[in-house]
């Protein structure tokens, strides 16, 4: 993938097949060459300086798009084809997840950044917290979206679940030396606005032992409320609306396709391990009670990519919201059931840290239960349908 | 418990204190019939431990009281704390240890005096007696209860061997460190590096050429091989470890399975590593290996070729507790997302008063609440079948697993702070789906130990 191809020359453009081939193939031998080998022992995880060097290599490439420069990066194709980037950060994730999301989060800056029209130079050292405090606002968000049937109480509720209630923090995930966060609220008009705030200003605890993505740590904030941000957006209401659901959306694809890229890995240690162990004087791939459970990680990895193929593959809108939700809430399920097939498929040793089967299934579980469980995702969906009767 | 009863409810649900609530109606019942009612409120763990017999009932409060005041203070950080060089332990755990082997936890697997165990429970089998514990310290920490129970699967050959002179011998003195507060664990020994699943599998076991070879020398017999996974088998001072056997330069298969009780100081045993695992921290996972280690012929647990029976038996014996260690962590996972719903509010209302919250929390409940009693009457045999005990271990640890993802999803993106617990009884519970024979290989000990009814019905 050369400059040219992933520079500015190509920035409104979409790419045809072949481009994206080859981009895709690109994008594998940087993370078979590359981050392979820094992960490949997995017990041992991959320290900040090396994710700050994979993450300049990434920039070299072109996966990253620089500052000022747009290309065929990481959502720099635009609501139009998303399909490149699940495509690469699949890729990614099949070699390791916590760097397939270190790399996804520094795209989802850039482009909010961009799109609010905020300092995008800012895009390396901001966090994103996108959602609130617990859940995914009720069933006054999707009202709130939609702009159809609100009731009173709706935003008072959504600028409390945005800003905080000062007694539960907000945890997220990011790189460990993020120096602004961007975060969404509801100002005093009652329309929605990013802000972007200095970590300096902020109650910030970093969590330590959390569940998944070892590679980057957990935060815990604790609310913006009466706290003064740095920047603040200031795009017309609809405007905003439509990039904090396009973010959404981004988001909820990221994290479908890391999660099917790790369980992409997770069967390929699964299948090769079931291949040479033997039980009752038979490789194990040959019981039934093995092939059940390979069977039903093909048939998830399968379901899922080809869902996410399909809805990566339209346009992105404020309407497919929605849809997105509805895949993801069912596709992390399988993902997640998907995982733990694979570390039993290996018996003992799949318990163990040196196999990396535990670390996928910790990583998918915490891409579950972030920014919308099955359950929450499943009740925005239900009143979303119910506003389009 | 009437202090439970306030003017305030539960959104969507009416005060105890309504007119139309049966908490206020039942006791209105007559005399007659008042007792077919129920209307206390009292707590569920309360409520069922009344259900278990009398001498139970106080084995269950007395394993509460010590795994909130022991294992409570211990549980994360232990979970967090830095993997030691294989045969090393945390200081910490060690006074655990110490702890609970002054208060009889690591002597009962017999009556007293022999053991600790008050003669009046032991009127109950000893699985029911270890399953009630068991749960009652996995509710709490999945690694601390394992560092304190991996010790009786040691036991439990010797016992089951009925060989009276080794109990004599082996167990008797063991108890009695512990009681003195010189913890002697024991570590059971037949998972090898070639062999998980046919170890615990008949056909398995009848096609597997064992590794960990006995060789018969004068006075005893020689071991070398090596065994894996072994738990608490990095701090035991005594294993139990099952061997074919070498007799006159013939090596024998599975059939000649002979237990042996290798101490720890005997030369030639060496803990080569303990494993880095997902959960069950607290306790470690060891590989050991055995080069040429003597062991004398009075170590020779219930005779030669008695191994495979009596690992069959233990198994037995052993997937009830193992059952238990599911329910106590579902249980754990479920005391704290309870505590998390009813101490965190969204938007100034605590978020037990939202509906797709209580509907959460009663299921967990209720599928924590079904392994819980399906266990419970399976561990009333004495002489627990086969198809019982896996069907309680697969089923039960299976379910586990479901509640701690419905605790994590729960709590969102709380769900994967270590200080929020719920993290770690998914990790922890997911290692009972695979030891002890994985679910599938329990799954499959069902039907062997069904096989009769099968063959019965296909001939008609």
């Keep these: 993938m050369n400059e040219k191809m992933m520079g500015s020359e190509v920035a409104s453009c979409v790419l045809s097949d072949d481009e994206r081939l080859l981009i895709g193939s690109e994008i594998e031998r940087f993370a078979l060459g590359s981050i392979a080998p820094l992960v490949e022992r997995p017990e041992c995880v991959l320290s900040q300086q090396k994710l700050n060097e994979l993450s300049e290599q990434a920039h070299e490439i072109g996966l990253l798009s620089l500052e000022d420069v747009s290309g065929a990066g990481l959502w720099e194709q635009g609501a139009a084809a998303p399909l490149l980037t699940v495509r690469l950060l699949t890729s990614v994730a099949k070699v390791n997840a916590g760097v397939a999301l270190h790399f996804h989060q520094y795209a989802l800056a850039r482009f909010l950044l961009d799109a609010l029209a905020l300092p995008i130079e800012k895009a390396e050292q901001t966090a994103i917290s996108l959602t609130g405090y617990y859940g995914l606002g009720g069933s006054a968000l999707p009202r709130y979206l939609l702009s159809l049937g609100e009731e009173a109480g709706d935003i008072d509720f959504l600028r409390c679940w945005l800003d905080g209630d000062n007694s539960t923090p907000f945890v997220f995930t990011a790189s460990a030396t993020w120096e602004t966060l961007l975060h969404p609220s509801i100002d005093s008009d009652g329309d929605l606005v990013f802000s972007l705030y200095s970590r300096q200003d902020l109650v910030i605890d970093e969590m330590s032992d959390s569940h998944g993505f070892d590679e980057l740590s957990t935060f815990c904030c604790q609310g913006f409320d009466g706290v003064k941000p740095i920047n603040v957006s200031s795009l017309t209401h609809q405007l905003t609306k439509g990039i904090y659901s396009l973010a959404l959306q981004y988001n909820a694809l990221a994290y479908m396709a890391i999660a099917l890229g790790a369980v992409q890995h997770a069967y390929k240690i699964a299948s090769d391990y079931s291949a040479i162990r033997e039980q009752g004087g038979v490789v194990i791939n040959r019981h039934a009670a093995v092939q059940l459970l390979l069977g039903e990680q093909r048939s998830s990895i399968d379901s899922v990519r080809i869902s996410l193929e399909h809805l990566s593959s339209s346009r992105l809108s404020l309407e497919t919201l929605s849809t997105v939700f509805s895949i993801r809430s069912i596709s992390h399920r399988k993902l997640c059931d998907a995982a733990n097939a694979a570390m039993q498929s290996c018996g003992g040793i799949g318990y163990m840290q040196d196999t990396g089967l535990e670390k996928v299934v910790r990583d998918c579980n915490a891409l579950r239960v972030t920014d919308g469980t099955p359950m929450e995702l499943s009740l925005f969906i239900a009143e979303w349908e119910r506003l389009h009767g | 418990m009437g202090e439970l009863i306030n003017t305030s409810a539960i959104e969507g649900h009416l005060s105890g204190l309504h007119n139309l609530s049966p908490r206020k109606l039942f006791p209105l019942f007559p005399g007659l019939t008042r007792p077919l009612v129920n209307y206390k409120p009292d707590p569920i763990w309360l409520r069922d431990t009344k259900l278990l017999p009398k001498a139970l009932q106080k084995h269950r409060h007395n394993a509460r009281v010590f795994a909130e005041k022991e294992l409570r203070p211990l549980a994360l950080k232990m979970d967090a704390a830095e993997h030691l060089p294989a045969g090393e332990i945390n200081p910490e755990l060690m006074q655990l240890l110490i702890k609970a082997g002054k208060q009889g936890f690591l002597s009962d697997m017999l009556p007293r005096p022999l053991g600790s165990v008050p003669v009046v429970s032991y009127s109950n089998s000893i699985a029911y007696y270890q399953a009630i514990k068991v749960e009652e310290f996995a509710r709490v920490c999945g690694g601390t209860m394992l560092l304190l129970n991996a010790h009786n699967l040691g036991i439990a050959p010797i016992l089951l061997s009925g060989d009276v002179s080794a109990i004599r ?280 130990d069904m096989q009769e009814e099968f063959l019965q019905k296909m001939s008609k």
């Design chain 2, 169 to 448: 011998r082996f167990v008797l003195p063991a108890f009695l460190e512990s009681k003195l507060g010189n913890p002697h664990l024991f570590a059971f020994a037949i998972t090898e590096p070639s062999a998980g699943s046919d170890v615990e599998d008949g056909v398995g076991a009848s096609l597997y050429q064992p590794r960990v070879i006995a060789k018969k020398v004068p006075g005893g017999w020689v071991l070398n091989g090596r065994k894996c996974f072994i738990s608490g088998g990095d701090i035991a001072k005594s294993i139990i470890v099952f061997s074919a056997l070498e007799v006159d330069g013939k090596r024998e298969g599975m059939e000649s399975w002979t237990p042996f009780l290798v101490k720890k100081t005997m030369k030639g045993l060496r803990v080569e590593r303990t494993e880095l695992k997902m959960g069950m921290r607290a306790s470690g996972a060891a590989e050991l290996s055995f080069e040429d280690v003597f062991v004398p012929d009075n170590h020779v647990i219930g005779g030669l070729r008695k191994g495979w029976a009596i690992n069959r038996a233990v198994l037995n014996h052993s997937r009830i507790p193992v059952a238990a260690m599911g329910v106590g962590l579902a249980q754990g996972a479920v005391d704290a997302a309870t505590e998390f719903v009813c101490k965190t509010t969204l938007v100034g209302k605590p978020l037990i008063h939202y509906q797709e919250i209580q509907l959460m929390i009663a299921q967990m409940n209720a599928e924590t609440s079904a392994i819980r009693f399906m266990n419970w009457k399976q561990a009333e045999a004495y002489a627990p079948r086969q198809a019982a005990a896996s069907m309680c271990k697969f089923h039960a640890t299976d379910r586990a697993v479901k509640v701690c993802e419905m605790a994590m999803d729960l709590l969102g993106n709380h769900g994967v702070l270590h200080d929020n617990n719920v993290e770690k009884c998914f990790r922890d519970a997911r290692l009972t789906q695979i030891f002890e024979g994985t679910n599938q290989i329990n799954r499959l000990s069902v039907i062997e």
